[in-house]
């Protein structure tokens, strides 16, 4: 009813995952379905997905991290470019400390995603004193931090 009361509308639908945007395993047997070709078109998938320090999860800590995480991903949102769908990382990120982790999780995400062709995504976050995700800048907010971005 609602999208029959919109009117025109020129703008997307951005549609994120249950549990903090993560999980998009049901939208493969309940997509979003607008009744109009038009709007369906601007229908993209928005999954969210953070490293260590942010939400933990079991998967973190099992053997053979990061690489176990591909299949996980895959389950979650990564089947959502396959199928055709517009897909958007809404937020990605974790703690980015040397040696860490947290670093090990960021650099093998970055490249999961080049690898299954997930290149749209948004970086959380640019404020280097964001609490959960320090940014990509330096405490002066001018001056990039080369290695997040080199990513």
Known sequence: ????????????????????GIDLTEADKYPLETGDA?????????????GIGIIEHDEFGESGFPENLDEIYKKRYGFLTKKGYPVLIGEWG???IANSTGET?????????????????????????????????????KTPFKHRLAQ
């Open 1 to 20: 009813r609602i999208i029959q009361n919109i009117g025109v509308f020129n703008g997307f639908f951005f549609i994120d995952g249950v549990y903090y």
């Open 94 to 96: 974790g703690r980015y």
């Open 105 to 141: 999780w960021n650099l093998w995400f970055a490249k999961w995603l080049r690898t299954n062709c997930l290149t749209k995504s948004i970086y959380w976050s640019l404020d280097p004193k964001s609490w959960y995700t320090p940014g990509l800048l330096a405490n002066d907010y």
């Open 38 to 50: 038009i709007l369906n078109s601007r229908i993209v998938y928005t999954p969210h997905c953070y």
